[in-house]
């Protein structure tokens, strides 16, 4: 149900002007879960809404951690280049090739995050916080 919910605003339109009913029998409302329906609803939102918040927080620390480690790669790598490859040897040219690749694959996660995750997890918060 909540799989509905959460994927039907996008298709509705603008999610801020969706709203939610809830049709139960008579009986239902009269008792004390009845009453606390609507309540119970919102903060399941709220929660999930926390959530997603939490998630976006955990996904930006693991960007940043992995922006420090990729820039370290990015300034370290050319001069353990310029140190270890002195000449034309075959060995040489593999260990240049190899840094090279290296320096580049540890900005993987950095761009993964910034160019796929965040995206994702924004529009899960503006769903939820409906």
Not at 2 to 20: C, S
Request: net charge neutral; proline share 4%.
């Amino acid at each position: 149900m909540d799989a509905y919910i959460l994927n039907a605003p996008p298709k509705i339109g603008d999610p801020r002007h969706a709203k939610l009913a809830f049709h139960l029998p008579a009986d239902e409302v009269a008792s004390a879960a009845g009453q606390h329906f609507g309540a119970a609803v919102n903060n399941y939102f709220a929660y999930r809404e926390w959530v997603a918040r939490e998630d976006l927080r955990r996904l930006l620390r693991t960007g940043v951690v992995s922006l420090v480690i990729g820039l370290a790669f990015l300034f370290t790598c050319p001069f353990v280049r310029q140190v270890l490859v002195n000449d034309d040897a075959t060995a040489s040219r593999v260990l240049d090739e190899g840094l090279l690749i290296v320096r580049w694959v540890a900005l993987w996660k950095l761009l993964e995050v910034a160019l796929h995750d965040c995206g994702r997890c924004g529009a899960s918060r503006d769903v939820t916080a409906l």
